[in-house]
């Protein structure tokens, strides 16, 4: 199928509304529509908050009857049954549009062609794949856990020039410029969860929330997630000292330890333990999906991340790199296990690169 420039003009307009819901939909996917006849725009709405209206259907209102015979460019196949919400092919099929344009199809099994099935049924001219590529990147988390029921897992280090996180005494604030810290708070908003180890915590003392006020949730609360063996997380933590709700995993059976943690407010998960007793990640990844997380962020130390990259269990890593250097005695950005042969490394495909103030923002790929 080949799409004209007006298509594309309008599919990417349908992006950027998408995109305001990034920080909202949680855990619904992002969704933006535009009805347009021709170059004219005569509708457009995007997915605002999880239970609230479809994009379609807020597009179809702004456009009223100018939206019969137009063409509607979603950036997500139309969703197809009965949910918290009507299904947005009936919206579509009522207000008589002609054509109907889907960045990508639905990953979503309940949905997955049968959007697309119903609509071509009652007669719409359906077109699929016009900037498919974008539409996954703003969906990622959520198609690999329709795909998996397993959320997507992106990596965060603050490092130096040589690759250090930290000085060899930990004392790691701050690496990076106040416009990288800004940045991570933007990840932050837009994931679904955030993790991090007990050496962090301890280290740190972190809250690991959002704390600009520019960035609204929907009223939405992250979760925040702490991999802790041997449950020496203190209830006097800061992390206690916000709402936002605490999913400590451990492998530690500690009854005492554990109620004077739930009268903080956090939730105590209970996970086997792995080859070096330490908690088994796969289980608490698990779990994640089985919550709906469809994006978790991890902000942890060498060791949690080195397990992590190590393991396979990583989708995306993120370098916050900061142009000075702590030389050989400082923690290195991961902790791995030793290798003998260069075939053997860790290899990692470049996706995007962005000055950030001072620092370089380098995006990369674990590659399997």
């Not at 991090?196 to 949730?217: F, K």
């Amino acid at each position: 199928m080949s799409f004209t420039v007006i298509d594309h003009r309008h599919m990417q307009r349908a992006l950027e509304l998408a995109a305001l819901g990034c920080y909202t939909t949680h855990p619904n996917p992002r969704v933006g529509c535009v009805i347009a006849h021709g170059e004219r725009v005569v509708g457009e709405g995007w997915h605002r908050i999880a239970g609230g209206p479809h994009a379609e259907p807020l597009a179809i209102a702004a456009a009223g009857e100018a939206a019969r015979g137009a063409t509607a460019y979603v950036t997500l196949e139309p969703h197809s049954f009965h949910g918290k919400t009507p299904p947005c092919t009936e919206a579509l099929i009522r207000a008589g549009v002609a054509r109907v344009v889907c960045a990508m199809l639905d990953p979503n099994p309940k949905v997955h062609g049968e959007g697309v099935r119903q609509l071509q049924q009652a007669g719409v001219r359906v077109d699929v794949g016009l900037l498919e590529e974008e539409a996954q990147r703003l969906n990622a988390g959520f198609a690999k856990r329709m795909r998996t029921g397993l959320p997507r897992i992106v990596a965060k280090v603050a490092a130096t020039l040589d690759g250090r996180v930290a000085l060899a005494n930990g004392e790691s604030r701050w690496i990076t410029s106040t416009e990288a810290r800004a940045d991570v708070q933007r990840l932050r908003a837009a994931a679904s969860a955030v993790m991090s180890g007990i050496g962090t915590v301890l280290a740190d003392d972190p809250q690991l929330n959002v704390r600009d006020p520019a960035l609204d949730l929907g009223g939405r609360k992250l979760l925040r997630v702490i991999v802790d063996s041997r449950l020496r997380i203190a209830p006097a933590a800061r992390l206690f000292e916000t709402s936002e709700p605490i999913l400590i995993a451990t492998c530690a059976s500690d009854e005492r330890r554990e109620e004077a943690l739930r009268a903080r407010g956090a939730q105590i998960m209970r996970v086997d333990a792995d080859a070096s007793g330490r908690v088994e990640l796969a289980n608490v990844l698990r779990e994640l999906g089985r919550r709906e997380c469809n994006d978790v962020l991890v902000e942890a130390g060498p060791i949690l991340t080195g397990e992590l990259l190590s393991r396979g269990l990583c989708d995306e890593l993120i370098v916050y790199m900061a142009p000075k250097a702590f030389g050989p005695q400082a923690k290195a950005m991961f902790e791995l296990p030793a290798i003998q042969r260069l075939e053997n490394a860790l290899q990692f495909e470049l996706c995007r690169a962005e000055p950030i103030g001072p620092d370089l923002k380098v995006t990369f790929r674990p590659r399997a």
